[in-house]
């Protein structure tokens, strides 16, 4: 009975200990704090209104061409190679090379239920500034409705950034990511586990694209001369 009794109080301060830390989490709405690097990939952090999750936002420049990168990341096949916890997709509907409506799921740990999305995808190549784009959202499609796999979950919005550098073979890669894994999970502890998703994201990516030998043709020369200003996003 003592050691049941010691056992919850011990249980009850960590939660105290867990939530207090939570709260010290805080950032200003609106604006990025920086929670660390993790792998090379600067990340930061900003409160987003009426939401208690953060989005996040990762940073880095590699010595890798832009379209070996490009190659990688157009390429749906490879995504089992470079995105975390990748578990299975489908495609739903694709309007162009660059345009897409597809169904991916992601494997977590145990107990925790695995996760799945219907995202929509719209790339932009700007060839004057040397920079793509992408822009990915959740939808709601009949074609591909909620699974007993996993929890529905809801990517508010995800960007991508790849700048290449002229005069080098280095690329400027930012993500930004917001999103609601949905579910029972507690918000401190989401919170906790996606700070980590923009380092893993991109480093995956390039360590993938290390492995290529192609270079996306439509990217090949972006590295030969310097760029104009980059368009407003």
Same mark, same amino acid.
């Given at each position: *009975?003592?050691?049941?009794?010691?056992?919850?109080r011990?249980v009850?301060?960590? !939660?105290? !200990?867990l939530t207090f830390?939570?709260?010290l989490?805080?950032a200003?709405e609106?604006?990025?704090?920086?929670v660390g690097?993790y $792998?090379? +990939?600067?990340v930061? /952090?900003k409160?987003v209104?009426?939401?208690?999750?953060f989005?996040?936002?990762?940073?880095?420049?590699?010595?890798?061409?832009?379209g070996?990168?490009?190659t990688t990341f157009? $390429? /749906?096949?490879q995504? #089992?190679n470079w +995105?975390? /916890?990748?578990? &299975?997709?489908?495609?739903?509907?694709k309007?162009?090379?660059? =345009?897409?409506?597809y169904?991916i =799921?992601?494997?977590?740990?145990?107990p925790m239920k695995?996760r $799945?999305?219907?995202?929509?995808a &719209?790339?932009?190549i700007?060839d004057?500034a =040397? +920079?793509f784009t992408?822009?990915?959202?959740?939808v %709601? &499609?009949?074609?591909?409705?909620?699974?007993? !796999? !996993?929890? /529905?979950?809801e990517a508010?919005?995800?960007?991508?950034r790849?700048?290449?550098?002229?005069?080098?073979?280095?690329?400027?890669?930012? +993500?930004?990511?917001?999103?609601d894994p949905?579910g029972?999970?507690?918000d401190w502890l989401?919170? *906790?586990i996606?700070?980590k998703?923009?380092?893993?994201?991109?480093?995956?990516l390039?360590?993938r694209?290390?492995?290529?030998?192609? %270079?996306?043709? $439509?990217?090949?020369?972006? =590295?030969?001369? #310097?760029a104009?200003? #980059?368009?407003a996003p």
């Open positions: *009975m003592m050691f049941q009794l010691r056992s919850r011990s009850l301060a960590l !939660c105290l !200990c830390l939570a709260s989490g805080f200003q609106g604006s990025w704090e920086s690097t $792998d090379g +990939v600067k930061w /952090r409160q209104s009426g939401s208690d999750l989005a996040f936002k990762g940073e880095i420049t590699t010595n890798l061409h832009i070996k990168i490009m157009l $390429d /749906r096949q995504r #089992p +995105v975390d /916890r990748f578990a &299975d997709q489908k495609m739903i509907q309007d162009g090379p660059l =345009h897409e409506l169904w =799921h992601f494997g977590l740990p145990f695995d $799945d999305y219907v995202l929509k &719209d790339g932009q700007d004057a =040397h +920079v992408a822009r990915i959202k959740s %709601v &499609d009949g074609r591909k409705g909620e699974d007993d !796999c !996993c929890v /529905r979950a508010k919005n995800t960007y991508y790849f700048e290449a550098i002229a005069g080098s073979e280095k690329t400027k890669l930012t +993500v930004e990511v917001h999103t949905k029972s999970l507690p989401i919170n *906790m996606q700070k998703w923009p380092s893993k994201t991109l480093s995956g390039i360590n694209a290390k492995a290529q030998n192609a %270079v996306h043709a $439509d990217f090949a020369t972006w =590295h030969d001369a #310097p104009a200003a #980059p368009a």
